[in-house]
């Protein structure tokens, strides 16, 4: 990755978010914890909240959207443990952070955000700091993309009122998928393996993401 503008200042800012958010917290997956401080928070953050980019909150992006909390990043992408060579789809790509992420743990990624607008400045970002084993497309998240199907893991950044059918079809055996389920004031992370066939589910944090929306709801 090039880490292009990432200034020394915002360098201390990431390592410290790591070490006191993160690892303090409970993060242990140290390949989650390496990428998170490789990866410039800040690039992603639009000019005026820069300075709040190694902060423990969300970021709003625009269109109603934001950065997750760089903890609950954390713990998502710890429960679904990406290898290095794993396919990974994320749903709801925003403003690209965790699609960087997911591009620094696994082989190649797939993005959908409905938004054409993030979308389109995802990639600029991505392609910028050079990553390249990804893709970013505009479309209907709780439809999934069936082209790339099936995958290792799945993770979806946007709260769903149950695990969308269309993803849950398109997890390997032995996949991943997490993914907030709940109403709008009261969400739960779940984690979803599917072992021969059939979807194993646990519950982690409580959360709150904006709600996914489907063309098809």
Known sequence: ???????????????RMVHAQLRARGISDQRVLDAMARVPRHE??????????????????????TISQPYIVAV????ISPSPADKVLEVGTGSGYVTALLAELAEQVFSIERHAVLADAAKEVLERLGYTNLKVMVGDGAQGFPEGAPYDAII???????VP?????????????????????????????????IPQIT???????VPLVSEGT
């Open 1 to 15: 990755m090039n880490s292009s503008g990432d200034t020394s200042s915002f360098t201390v800012l990431r390592q």
């Open 44 to 65: 992603f953050a639009p000019p005026q909240y820069r300075h709040q980019a190694y902060e423990d909150h969300p970021l709003p992006i625009g269109e109603g959207q």
């Open 76 to 79: 998502m992408l710890q429960a």
């Open 156 to 162: 979806v950044s946007a709260a769903a009122a149950e």
């Open 165 to 197: 059918p269309a993803l849950l079809a398109q997890l390997g055996d032995g996949g991943r998928m997490i993914v907030p389920v709940g109403a709008t004031d009261s969400q739960q992370l779940q984690l979803i393996r599917m072992e021969g066939g």
């Open 203 to 209: 519950l982690h944090e409580l959360c709150r993401f």
